[in-house]
């Protein structure tokens, strides 16, 4: 994807021979670039994009697994209808805590 982060879910993956592991995947849109520059870029909010972003990626390009939790902000006044937003390493803190 020319160096960029994309989020993307993870369809399965298609194992084709010793050398080559490819994953089906759904992008999800880009940012939305007016909340990300509100947030001084630490909320990704993006839209679920379905079938209709369907690709296989080389499973070595995926570097990190997050979880896209729903929500529907508003966006200038407006609700901008259904998004997702990233969260990394959900539930480590209760995990954490547990352990202590």
């Not at 993956?13 to 994953?23: H, R």
Request: glycine content about 8%.
């Amino acid at each position: 994807m020319g160096g960029e982060i994309r989020i993307m879910e993870i369809c399965f993956f298609v194992y084709l021979c010793d050398e080559i592991t490819l994953a089906l995947v759904s992008l999800y849109s880009k940012p939305d670039p007016m909340l990300l520059s509100v947030s001084v870029n630490t909320l990704w909010s993006c839209q679920y994009q379905g079938d209709m972003a369907l690709q296989f990626i080389d499973f070595k390009t995926i570097q990190a697994v997050v979880s896209m939790i729903p929500h529907t902000p508003v966006i200038q006044g407006q609700a901008a209808g259904e998004h997702f937003f990233l969260v990394e390493k959900p539930g480590l803190d209760v995990a954490m805590m547990a352990g202590t």
